[in-house]
Antibody, heavy 120, light 106 residues
Framework: QEQLVESGGASVKPGGSLRLSCVASGFTFSDYYMSWIRQAPGKGLEWVSYITPRSTLTKYADSAEGRFIITRDNAKNSVFLQIDSLRAEDTAVYYC?????????????WGRGTPVTVSS | SYELRQPPSVSVSPGQTATITCSGENLGKTYATWYQQRPGQSPVLVIYQDNKRPSGIPERFSGSNSGDTATLTISGTQAIDEADYYCQAWDASTYVFGSGTRVTVL
């Protein structure tokens, strides 16, 4: 079945870096926009970044601009999020999500998330 | 930046209708999407393109969008519908989420 599985979350100190990974299965990964969305503890959903199917375009939320980099490897059915200069406010569960096939304006498949904790 | 506003909470009795609103400037000119997130779980798409239900979503979930307000309606609310609900829209080539509404089935 269609599935997204995230990994790479960890507990890190402020200023550190992390690379999150998301592996897709059960669908043609290279046909879809992919996004990262995060959720701080007890808070709502915040879109972080997306990448188009052929990596021709990436986009970031203002909170992610300059420290986050999204990439993908269609041969490995994977999307990645590199996060540098981590701050306490980056603490969240990070979800990988697929945009809809008929329209990329919504997310029709989500992973279970990977937790990131930034604390000294 | 674009904002979507939702009421923090909605309470409903079992079998009754729950109505959740999402307000944003000219929201009706774009598509509204709704997600359900049960405690400890990932979000699930329940309504897309204003009023379409994905396969597997019960018919009691319906949506509308006009003017500045999108609405998610849960008819015949069941205990399993108790969850957080988020609206979402596409604006200026980015995704925007609402603040979320906790639906409590009393």
């Amino acid at each position: 079945q269609e599935q997204l599985v995230e990994s790479g979350g960890a507990s890190v100190k402020p200023g550190g870096s992390l690379r999150l990974s998301c592996v897709a299965s059960g669908f043609t990964f290279s046909d879809y926009y992919m996004s990262w969305i995060r959720q701080a503890p007890g808070k709502g959903l915040e879109w972080v970044s997306y990448i188009t199917p052929r990596s021709t375009l990436t986009k970031y939320a203002d909170s992610a601009e300059g420290r986050f980099i999204i990439t993908r490897d269609n041969a490995k059915n994977s999307v990645f999020l590199q996060i540098d200069s981590l701050r306490a406010e980056d603490t969240a569960v990070y979800y990988c999500a697929r945009a809809g096939a008929s329209s990329h304006w919504y997310f029709d498949l989500w992973g279970r998330g990977t937790p990131v904790t930034v604390s000294s | 930046s674009y904002e979507l506003r939702q009421p923090p909470s909605v309470s409903v009795s079992p079998g009754q209708t729950a109505t959740i609103t999402c307000s944003g400037e000219n929201l009706g000119k774009t598509y509204a999407t709704w997600y359900q997130q049960r405690p400890g779980q990932s979000p699930v798409l329940v309504i897309y393109q204003d009023n379409k239900r994905p396969s597997g979503i019960p018919e009691r979930f319906s949506g509308s969008n006009s003017g500045d307000t999108a609405t998610l309606t849960i008819s015949g609310t069941q205990a399993i519908d108790e969850a957080d609900y988020y609206c979402q829209a596409w604006d200026a080539s980015t995704y925007v989420f609402g603040s979320g509404t906790r639906v409590t089935v009393l």
